[in-house]
T-cell receptor, first 110, second 114 residues
Framework: AQRVTQPEKLLSVFKGAPVELKCNYSYSGSPELFWYVQYSRQRLQLLLRHISRESIKGFTADLNKGETSFHLKKPFAQEEDSAMYYCALRPIYNTDKLIFGTGTRLQVFP | GAVVSQHPSWVICKSGTSVKIECRSLDFQATTMFWYRQFPKQSLMLMATSNEGSKATYEQGVEKDKFLINHASLTLSTLTVTSAHPEDSSFYIC??????????FGSGTQLSVL
């Protein structure tokens, strides 16, 4: 079964500390992986996708097929990073479908 | 950037009534729109994929007669929850796809059925 697991509901760090939001997936093929972010009172928006191999707002995520993980990392958290983060998987066979994890709330304290 | 407008942002209705939720792409044409449902502390679940001018494709377990989707134009899709019951209370989110596969999300609708 296809599934995305985000084991942490809440992650709290102080400003300047490193951040790692965990995401593991279950899928037999080669999926596309995404991270979406939802800031307070705003709508869900794309943060980054593994295909792009880019760094957005200092965040990076590497797809590890051996560990079936796509953890989101940032070396120095900022207060404005406080938000809800969702990991999502898109099966190659169905580009319309996005399977979301349950999300992790990141709180960055000053 | 592209904007998807979803209306209303919240609605309270009596059990047995029908509720319509609108999703509009404001500055782009969306050939495909998606409807998601999110229960508290759970993930977004895709309910259906809506293509302009054709019938929606529903995910397994989603009742098409209960959740009517109409995608009459390239900028508007509607979701009607018919004969709503308390178990239909949830957060409903739409998204629209631009060319190039980028998805834009609406701000969501909180439905509470009394």
């Amino acid at each position: 079964a296809q599934r995305v697991t985000q084991p942490e509901k809440l992650l709290s760090v102080f400003k300047g500390a490193p951040v790692e939001l965990k995401c593991n997936y279950s899928y037999s093929g080669s999926p596309e992986l995404f991270w979406y972010v939802q800031y307070s009172r705003q709508r869900l928006q794309l943060l980054l996708r593994h295909i792009s191999r880019e760094s957005i707002k200092g965040f990076t995520a590497d797809l590890n097929k051996g560990e079936t993980s796509f953890h989101l990392k940032k070396p120095f958290a900022q207060e404005e990073d406080s938000a809800m983060y969702y990991c999502a998987l898109r099966p190659i066979y169905n580009t319309d479908k996005l399977i979301f994890g349950t999300g992790t709330r990141l709180q960055v304290f000053p | 950037g592209a904007v998807v407008s979803q209306h209303p942002s919240w609605v309270i209705c009596k059990s047995g009534t029908s509720v319509k939720i609108e999703c509009r792409s404001l500055d782009f044409q969306a050939t495909t729109m998606f409807w998601y449902r999110q229960f508290p502390k759970q993930s977004l679940m895709l309910m259906a994929t809506s293509n302009e001018g054709s019938k929606a494709t529903y995910e397994q377990g989603v009742e098409k007669d209960k959740f009517l989707i109409n995608h009459a134009s390239l900028t508007l899709s509607t979701l009607t929850v018919t004969s709503a019951h308390p178990e239909d209370s949830s957060f409903y989110i739409c998204s629209a796809r631009m060319r190039g596969e980028k998805l834009f999300f609406g701000s969501g609708t909180q439905l509470s059925v009394l």
